[in-house]
């Protein structure tokens, strides 16, 4: 009739063409369901399907399920993760010292950021440095990889101070537990100094950390104890008292001259690797160096191409900051170079000195805070008030000290124990 309308122009291939459309939707479906589906399937296997985290570089190996990728230290960034987790369980440096210490040694991202205290705080979490992956994939189950990690387990859980911990059962299921940080494991300000030892001296009862206050009586006078009221208990120890006892614990122990035999090959062997350490750290900065140094030339040379005033003064800028990156990286070097190795005759004297004197050296202690992390630095699990009097099987008081540290307190006992400390008893 010669009219037209929006309903009545049409496509007779119309119909075809969506049906076209589908049948490529279901086929991309199929595809991205067959590949995904398969990445899955090898990740729970224990291979990585995903680009490789820093420290990591992917390879493909023969497996019993075909060619599969899995992880290998990256030649130079496998360094700095080792480092990192090494420094960090040392517990000597806080995040960003041990961030700028990093950044010194030469670390740079894949993006040539430098590396931050949150950002390392991230990567110590990151348990796939240890060998175990848990991701999406998994289930956000533990799996075992089918690579070794970067660092053990026993460091992954060091580094991560308690807050998140690998553990491994009897029948192989491993588990990964996050911690917060308990209230009472926070700084409480300055009435630590009057009640020093309230964080690392339990109650015997509920074997929770003792509280410290000073009570007033009758007569207006303060008295300072420790105590504990949880639960339908009343525990209450004199603060005198109780800090009486540390230090006639402390005044107990006694290092056999045989386990110091055995401290001095364990120094040694620290030696050995701490050298091979600052050879690494020594290579590591030899390279960044390099890598500057070749910039610097090729940013001059570019320089030399170009007619355009604002780009040669971005890129001049570029040079001042690469030269002063350079001038530090090799003042960082010189400072490594010039260290001096450790002198063991002399510290193996001055060692024996402080082990010998262990008990006096800490009654000599002024300072309240730093003498109770001395004493906590015995233990491995905080021991209770009843703990430290002896009044608990000598099993017990053993399994929670540090294997450094450890003895049995039986005052019937004079043999030297198998872990090298053995208690001092009046003759």
């Known amino acids: 009739m010669g009219f037209e309308y929006r309903w009545s122009v049409y496509s007779p291939s119309k119909k075809s063409e969506i049906l076209e459309a589908e049948r490529s939707k279901d086929e991309l479906r199929d595809i991205m369901s067959r590949l995904v589906g398969a990445e899955i399937r090898y990740t729970r296997l224990g291979y990585w399907m995903r680009q490789a985290p820093y420290g990591y570089a992917s390879e493909k190996v023969e497996t019993a399920h075909g060619k599969r990728v899995i992880l290998k230290p990256h030649p130079e960034e496998a ?3 080792r480092e990192m ?5 040392e517990g000597c440096h806080t995040d960003q010292e041990i961030a700028d210490k990093l950044n010194d040694m030469g670390y740079r991202s894949r993006r040539g950021a430098l590396l931050k205290d949150r950002h390392l705080w991230r990567m110590v979490r990151r348990s796939i440095y240890a060998g175990i992956n848990c991701e999406k994939w998994t289930d956000g189950q533990p799996v075992k990889c089918a690579f070794e990690g970067l660092v053990s387990t026993e460091s992954f859980n060091r580094a991560n101070k308690g807050r998140r911990v690998i553990t491994e059962s009897k029948d192989g299921r491993i588990m990964i ?3 917060k940080e308990e209230r009472y494991q926070t700084d409480k300000g300055k009435r630590d100094v009057d009640f020093p030892y309230k964080r ?5 009862e509920c074997r929770k950390p003792l509280l410290g206050s000073a009570s007033r009586g009758g007569n207006g006078k303060y008295y300072p104890a420790y105590h504990c009221t949880k639960g339908d208990h009343n525990f209450r120890v004199s603060k005198q008292i109780l800090e009486e006892q540390v230090e006639r614990f402390v005044e107990d122990l006694q290092i056999s001259p045989k386990y110091l035999g055995e401290l001095f ?3 040694e062997n620290s030696r050995v690797q701490e050298q091979a350490r600052m050879g690494r750290s020594l290579a590591g900065l030899d390279s960044r160096i390099s ?5 610097i030339i090729q940013t001059v040379g570019k320089i030399k191409l170009l007619d355009n005033q604002t780009a040669i003064k971005y890129m001049e800028a570029d040079i001042d900051r690469l030269e002063k990156e350079l001038a530090g990286l090799k003042r960082k070097r010189e400072e490594i170079s ?3 190795s450790l002198d063991l005759d002399q510290f193996k004297t001055k060692l024996t000195y402080l082990v010998e004197r262990l008990g006096s050296l800490f009654k000599q202690q002024s300072d309240p805070l730093k003498k109770a992390k001395l004493f906590d630095l015995l233990f491995d699990k905080s021991p209770s008030y009843t703990d430290l009097e ?3 099987d000598e099993n017990s008081i053993l399994q929670m000290m540090n294997p450094v540290f450890a003895f049995i307190s039986s005052p019937f006992n004079h043999m030297v124990t198998p872990r090298g400390i053995e208690p001092l008893f009046p003759e």
């Open 177 to 179: 537990s996050d911690h």
């Open 390 to 392: 002896g009044g608990t």
């Open 79 to 81: 360094f700095f993760v």
């Open 85 to 89: 987790f090494r420094l960090r369980a």
């Open 265 to 267: 090959k364990i120094i």
């Open 338 to 340: 010039e260290q001096k």
């Open 291 to 295: 890598r500057l140094e070749e910039e």
């Open 200 to 204: 690392f001296v339990t109650c015997p």
